[in-house]
């Protein structure tokens, strides 16, 4: 059985290798990044690479990632927004990279406010937003876990990190609810 450690680094690992949509700054020559060519880049156009290849990329003035391929506040809030207003049987499918890309989005928004202090309040308030997405799904993977009613959709809306805290917690209360009672023949 995976750790969540081992599943957290393979689900980053997983997006790190995932392929992403740049755009082209600037044109640019074939290059090697880590081994391996990419471009040519012609400026304006549209193009598929790793997304580790994105940042790069990115950081050299070479291409931007899409918008649609990171997190925003405008997307977290709405995330948030939905997960607070659904019942504890509901839960929002995201996709299976939501939390990489969490992760990625609050670690920028954090560096971003050392270096502006005038951003921290963005950092702050999406990190909140961040942390009450968390409690609400946790409490909802609590739930089902706790519950007989098992529903295929509701584990399907489930990110991989999620479904190894929902299988955890499924095994540890079925067996707490097959030990509790046993009485010992003395």
């Known amino acids: 059985m995976l750790n969540l450690k081992t599943i957290i680094e393979d689900s980053d690992f997983t997006f790190e290798n995932k392929l992403v949509s ?13 081994g391996l060519s990419v ?16 940042k790069e990329l990115e950081r050299t003035g ?6 649609e391929e990171l997190l925003d506040t405008v997307r977290l809030y709405k995330i948030q927004w939905t997960e607070r207003v659904q019942s504890v ?11 990489p890309k969490l992760r990625r989005y609050i670690r920028r928004l954090k560096k971003d406010a050392l270096r502006d202090p005038d951003r ?12 009450d997405i968390l409690n609400c ?6 739930a089902l876990a706790s519950s007989s009613k098992l ?33 010992k023949n003395e």
């Open 22 to 34: 740049i755009v082209a700054m600037r044109d640019c020559s074939k290059i090697e990044i880590g």
């Open 39 to 54: 471009g040519p880049f012609e400026e304006g156009q549209e193009y598929k690479v790793r997304f580790w290849i994105a």
């Open 62 to 67: 070479i291409a931007r990632v899409r918008d």
């Open 89 to 99: 049987m509901q839960i929002t499918s995201l996709s299976e990279d939501f939390y």
């Open 120 to 131: 921290m309040r963005e950092y702050e308030r999406a990190r909140r937003w961040a942390q």
């Open 137 to 142: 799904r946790l409490k909802k993977i609590i």
């Open 151 to 183: 529903t295929n959709q509701f584990i399907g809306n489930l990110t991989i990190e999620e479904r190894w805290l929902y299988e955890q917690l499924r095994k540890m209360i079925e067996e707490w609810r097959s030990n509790i009672l046993k009485v």
